[in-house]
């Protein structure tokens, strides 16, 4: 089989677009995010049509979410120790495999439903190692100085996969009903793999000394650097307030008669917006990053509090979209920031860490924002987040560590 030239001895190529071992991750990624995007759609559609329980809805997203919580920081500890490469592949063949039982149990006249629970746990696993390999194996495949670039264009991919997939998703579960949708899915996770295989390598591992030292420091970077600390705090600050948008929105939009194409169409703008709002911010990172950090998310919090008070619906959409290119702002310089801070030898396990951290946010934001919507109201709870937003920047404008992050490569050895 031809690889694709990825030789850890030479430097890679100066511009990221005649880098083909990252032309072919991102494709790799892209991929994937589609799959992934169509998943997350026909996810509750097949779940509404066959019981209609939000109990069952809301066990199987618990299920996706659990790995990443119980299994984030081994996974990202295995990524800087561990053949990427091979991690990549073979967590996308289990993937392909997993994914394709849920047409597969309509086939044989199974619920699809129960195979859908049944394989929910070990694919948020592999969803896991996926990720964690996929990011600690990008440091090997661009020069230092091109990182937070890169990582910025591998997000706008996946943002770009998620505009994409749910309009699949929609039409096809129209069409060959939302247990079929899934084999698009295992198709992409298949497709994945087959890209990931033409990549000669993604890093040596790091091997050495016991697992539990390597989390150890991937752990005390992430906590104790004083750059890092500020970093994850407004990340884990954002998720929180962030949770909690869509919903709101939904509820607040239907309490004033617009209808749910029109609340699809607020939805799509925000995704619009997003991939608008990591162009922007790569162009700008170089400019006073912090502070384009930053005001991003102060004027995001203030699009949210207007927000909150608009009751037809252009305004609504047109302050979604702006919302979303400011949030998206925010988090691409947010990642491109704790990209160039964190030490390449370290890129899986503070990776982990972060996302971990990320995903219990999003959770207690979800919950949290779900029991205030029920207590108050959903324009409410969109003004809530912009206070937590503006609250969040003003907290942070004065940390003299942050202040000295730059968007610069990072150290190949961990400090």
């Keep these: 089989m031809t690889t ?87 967590s996308n063949v289990g993937r392909a495999i997993l994914t394709g039982l849920v047409p597969a149990a309509v086939l044989i006249g199974r619920s699809p439903v129960s195979a859908l629970i049944a394989v929910s746990f070990p694919l948020g696993v592999l969803n896991a190692t996926y990720l964690s390999a996929y990011r600690a194996g990008l440091t090997s495949m661009v020069r230092l100085e091109q990182l937070p670039s890169a990582a910025s264009y591998l997000q706008a991919v996946v ?35 087959l890209v990931v295989a033409f990549i000669r390598t993604l890093g040596a591992p790091s091997g050495g000394g016991p697992m539990m030292d390597d989390l150890r420091a991937g752990l005390a970077f992430t906590f104790l650097n004083r750059q890092m600390r500020p970093l994850v705090a407004l990340v884990v600050i954002e ?86 290119v400011l949030n998206a702002s925010f988090l691409c310089l947010s990642l491109m920031l704790r990209t160039s801070v964190t030490p390449a030898d370290l890129a899986g396990r503070v990776g982990a860490a972060v996302t971990v951290l990320s ?9 949290g924002g779900g029991l205030l919507i029920d207590w108050t109201s959903g324009a409410f709870v969109i003004q809530c987040s ?19 992050a730059t968007v610069t490569a990072p150290s190949r050895a961990a400090p």
Excluded: C
């Design 359 to 367: 995903v219990a946010a999003l959770a207690a934001g979800t919950l």
């Design 4 to 90: 694709l030239p990825d030789d850890p001895a030479r430097e890679p190529p100066l511009r990221l677009a005649a880098n083909r071992p990252f032309f072919a991750l991102a494709v790799a990624q892209g991929v994937s995010a589609i799959g992934d995007a169509v998943t997350v759609t026909a996810t509750p559609l097949l779940i509404a049509q066959t019981t209609g329980s939000g109990a069952q809805i809301g066990l199987i997203g618990a299920l996706q979410l659990t790995p990443l919580l119980v299994f984030g920081l081994l996974a990202g500890t295995l990524a800087d120790r561990a053949d990427r490469r091979r991690l990549m592949l073979w």
């Design 386 to 404: 912009g206070v937590v937003f503006i609250l969040g920047a003003l907290l942070f404008a004065g940390s003299a560590p942050l202040r000295a």
């Design 239 to 324: 998720a929180v307030a962030n949770a909690p948008l869509i919903p709101s929105l939904t509820i607040h939009m239907l309490k004033h008669g617009m209808t749910p194409s029109t609340i699809g169409v607020a939805v799509s703008a925000g995704a619009a917006g997003a991939v608008a709002g990591i162009v922007i911010a790569t162009r700008l990172s170089r400019w006073r990053p912090i502070a384009v950090l930053l005001g991003s998310l102060a004027l995001a919090g203030g699009v949210n509090l207007t927000m909150g008070a608009l009751t037809t619906a252009p305004a609504v959409i047109v302050a979604s979209l702006l919302s979303s």
């Design 159 to 193: 943002t770009l996969g998620y505009m994409v997939g749910p309009g699949v998703a929609g039409v096809l579960a129209a069409t060959i009903g939302p247990a079929n949708v899934f084999a698009v899915d295992a198709a992409s996770f298949a497709l994945s793999a």
